[in-house]
Nanobody, 116 residues
Framework: QVQLVESGGGLVQPGGSLTLSCAAS????????MGWYRQAPGKQRELVAD???????NYADSVKGRFTISRDNAKSTVTLQMNSLKPEDTATYYC??????????WGQGTQVSVSS
């Protein structure tokens, strides 16, 4: 069994910054990709950013240049640095882990609200 613990969400004003962190624990296996998704009320869950084990990153067009994803393979952690936040970034953010052997795991979600 794998547990994903997220932290770092909160309320911030437009233009502000937040850092989300996710730590995987439990039956740790080789993790292929780690990433963050988000879901706003009434919308589908969408990919924000992900990163492969070798460090190749992928970002949604809406966050390119503002968000940075990184990971620590030794600690099984992934971090999302979010700068220049906009009201449209408001959503529940979910950590996602994809093992090499297949399947995926989700965190419980952390709320990010951007409002003045």
């Amino acid at each position: 069994q794998v547990q994903l613990v997220e932290s770092g969400g909160g309320l911030v004003q437009p233009g502000g910054s937040l850092t989300l962190s996710c730590a995987a624990s439990g039956s740790i296996f080789v993790i292929a990709a780690m990433g963050w998704y988000r879901q706003a009320p009434g919308k589908q869950r969408e990919l924000v950013a992900d990163i492969t084990r070798s460090g190749i990153t992928n970002y949604a067009d809406s966050v390119k240049g503002r968000f940075t994803i990184s990971r620590d393979n030794a600690k099984s952690t992934v971090t999302l640095q979010m700068n220049s936040l906009k009201p449209e970034d408001t959503a529940t953010y979910y950590c996602n882990v994809k093992p090499v052997i297949g399947g995926q795991y989700w965190g419980q979600g952390t709320q990010v609200s951007v409002s003045s």
